[in-house]
């Protein structure tokens, strides 16, 4: 009687505990820093035009073209804001999605990048660089209940034009 009371209830506890055994990721973490090669200064446009679909064009001025790219990441799109001269892309602008994770997404940049160079909190929103010549990352993350990405920008450290995180922040005084 012991036995077959055994016989049903030890396979009942492999089941409901089976998952317990299960790797955890992040539910929205299948998401590289290489999806942002293409867009980095000095590449091409057509690449990204071949990967990404031809981009929305937003402005021409002095022979500056700003375009706007949708990235696809599995489950979710995020715009990307390119400026280029000549084919050649200038700098980049990515609006990301608040619910990346901030630990992660920072973890990767730091694992890429090294220490961050300045680091600077006004309020809830925190905005790190690192300079990697020629080149300058930006990063701004704020956090409320939890920590969550705002946006993720590359340009030259000394750029031949106004960057677009700079054309923005003019545009909002």
Known sequence: MLMRKLVIILPCFLFMFQHLM????????????????????GKPVTALDAKHGKGEVVSTVDGIQTLKFKVAQLRYKFPVIVQAREGSIEDFFARLPSYFLHDV??????????KQTNYKKTGEEAFYTWDAPPLKHI????CTITCFPIFYAVQRIEPSTLPVLEKMKRANR
């Open 22 to 41: 299960a790797k955890v990721e992040a539910p929205n973490y299948d998401f590289s820093l290489d999806a942002f090669g293409d867009f980095f200064p």
């Open 105 to 114: 997404f920072f973890g990767s940049l730091v694992k890429r990048l090294g």
């Open 139 to 142: 990063y701004s993350a704020a």
